[in-house]
């Protein structure tokens, strides 16, 4: 399975994004899907990740109420729609897919199989 991720760009404090991943080859293989993000000097860290059958959701407290995750398995496509951005919402964010009977900690990164490149997300104060 490849990833693609897209969406990414500069935007001011309080606006919106909306980040896609296109998976494709052997897209019948997914079970989760995920975003992470790393910021400048810090590690990659989990922001929300789903079930591809759409049984489960999870999003981090700091994105939460402000975010959220989907899917499109028509288009083989996972989305994050991120509302009232914050500074700290600055990162490159990385799509990430896990295959099936793989361990569901959607959190846990180590569990993932496929990674996307990332997009860079800035926000300007």
């Known amino acids: 399975v490849q990833l693609q991720a897209s969406g990414g760009g500069l935007v001011q404090v309080g606006g919106s994004l909306r980040l896609s991943c296109t998976a494709s080859g052997r897209t019948s293989n997914l079970y989760q899907m995920g975003w992470f993000r790393q910021a400048p000097g810090k590690e990659r860290g989990f922001v929300a990740g789903l079930t591809w059958s759409g049984s489960m959701t999870y999003l981090v407290d700091s994105v939460k109420g402000r975010s959220t995750i989907s899917r499109d398995i028509d288009k083989n496509t996972l989305y994050l729609q991120m509302n009232s951005l914050k500074p700290e919402d600055t990162a490159i964010y990385y799509c990430?897919?896990?295959?099936?009977?793989?361990?569901?900690?959607?959190?846990?990164?180590?569990?993932?199989?496929?990674w996307g490149r990332g997009t860079q997300v800035t926000i300007s104060s």
């Open positions: 990430a897919g896990k295959r099936r009977f793989r361990n569901s900690d959607l959190a846990n990164g180590d569990f993932y199989d496929w």
